[in-house]
T-cell receptor, first 113, second 114 residues
Framework: ETGVTQTPRHLVMGMTNKKSLKCEQH?????MYWYKQSAKKPLELMFV???????ENNSVPSRFSPECPNSSHLFLHLHTLQPEDSALYLC????????????FGQGTRLTVV | GENVEQHPSTLSVQEGDSAVIKCTYS??????FPWYKQELGKRPQLIID?????GEKKDQRIAVTLNKTAKHFSLHITETQPEDSAVYFC?????????????FGKGTKLSVKP
């Protein structure tokens, strides 16, 4: 176990549903990331939180809403998603300003129906 | 911002042969270059990394080289084995920076045939 835990592991949701993905890290890191992994774009950076502040938002649609209440927890709130949003969503964490190796969670496999 | 290009997208080699994956980056300020391996159904995991103050780093059968002038870096796997089959991602970031976010290449699917 790398110390980065994501829940749920699998999620099936309708296009009108609202759901949230959760990520928790126990590594004492101070930066957390959401990546989307699909066949089209193998590792696409979505959001970065550094010291609990959002520092990057790569033109992600507003139907994805991140939340970082503290340095150990990261959420991705989902609403009115589209079938093309089906993908593996990976959370990662690292140190800012130090060793920047990123540790990944197992991911949440999201299917939008 | 940083842009990382990775080639090839797929690579098939015979067991025992060498495999080379190449990446280029755009931001000359980047100084940390890790390589991740992702086996089927698993999370990406760091296998080797290099910082810009060195030109080469080795760890058993894997090595990474860095050319700062040309802004490219490569992963070399020698004596490949079937268990090396996976998707490999290169990445670039700024070590010691205020953000620390990694920008990844698109990945290379390596298949090692027994």
């Amino acid at each position: 176990e790398t110390g980065v835990t994501q829940t749920p592991r699998h999620l099936v949701m309708g296009m009108t549903n609202k759901k949230s993905l959760k990520c928790e890290q126990h590594l004492g890191h101070n930066a957390m990331y959401w990546y989307k992994q699909s066949a089209k774009k193998p590792l696409e950076l979505m959001f970065v939180y550094s010291l609990e502040e959002r520092v990057e938002n790569n033109s992600v649609p507003s139907r994805f809403s991140p939340e970082c209440p503290n340095s150990s927890h990261l959420f991705l709130h989902l609403h009115t998603l589209q079938p093309e949003d089906s993908a593996l969503y990976l959370c990662a964490s690292s140190h800012v300003g130090g060793d920047t190796e990123a540790f990944f969670g197992q991911g949440t496999r999201l299917t939008v129906v | 911002g940083e842009n990382v290009e990775q080639h090839p997208s797929t690579l098939s080699v015979q067991e025992g042969d060498s495999a080379v994956i190449k990446c280029t980056y755009s931001d000359s300020a980047s100084n940390y270059f890790p390589w991740y391996k992702q086996e089927l159904g698993k999370r990406p995991q760091l296998i080797i990394d290099i910082r810009s103050n060195v030109g080469e780093k080795k760890d058993q059968r894997i090595a990474v080289t860095l050319n700062k002038t040309a802004k490219h870096f490569s992963l070399h796997i020698t004596e490949t084995q079937p268990e090396d089959s996976a998707v490999y991602f290169c990445a670039a970031s700024i070590y010691g920076g205020s953000q620390g976010n990694l920008i990844f290449g698109k990945g290379t699917k390596l298949s090692v045939k027994p």
